[in-house]
């Protein structure tokens, strides 16, 4: 069972940073893509930045020079580094990896999501 936990959320003032953090555990044979999106109350979920496994990046408009995604291969982790953050930064963060993976005994290739993790930006 593939399973990817994020870690890192927490309460900020505005102009603040934060690192979040998510790794996958299970039977992984390897990770394409891995990303962050985020979803305000009241919001579609929108994606924030995302990578490839060769390190390619893609950010949302509103995420460019302020946040940077990075993963560690060895690890299959992937982290997200937010900078001077905004009230409207306000969201619950999710990460997400597309896998290849070993599921009783059958190889599944999948899009898999982390629970989530709370980022306040409020003074």
């Known amino acids: 069972q593939v399973q990817l936990v994020e870690s890192g959320g927490g309460l900020v003032q505005p102009g603040g940073s934060l690192r979040l953090s998510c790794a996958a555990s299970?039977?992984?044979?390897?990770?394409?893509?891995m990303g962050w999106y985020r979803q305000a109350p009241g919001k579609q979920r929108e994606l924030v930045a995302s990578?490839?496994?060769?390190?390619?990046?893609n950010y949302a408009d509103s995420a460019k020079d302020r946040f940077t995604i990075s993963r560690d291969n060895a690890k299959n982790a992937v982290y997200l580094q937010m900078n001077s953050l905004k009230p409207e930064d306000t969201a619950v963060y999710y990460c997400?990896?597309?896998?290849?993976?070993?599921?009783?005994?059958?190889?599944?290739?999948?899009?898999?999501w982390g629970q989530g993790t709370q980022v306040t930006v409020s003074s």
């Open positions: 997400t990896a597309y896998v290849t993976a070993l599921q009783a005994m059958v190889v599944i290739r999948d899009d898999y």
């Open positions: 299970g039977s992984i044979f390897s990770i394409n893509a």
């Open positions: 990578i490839s496994s060769g390190g390619s990046t």
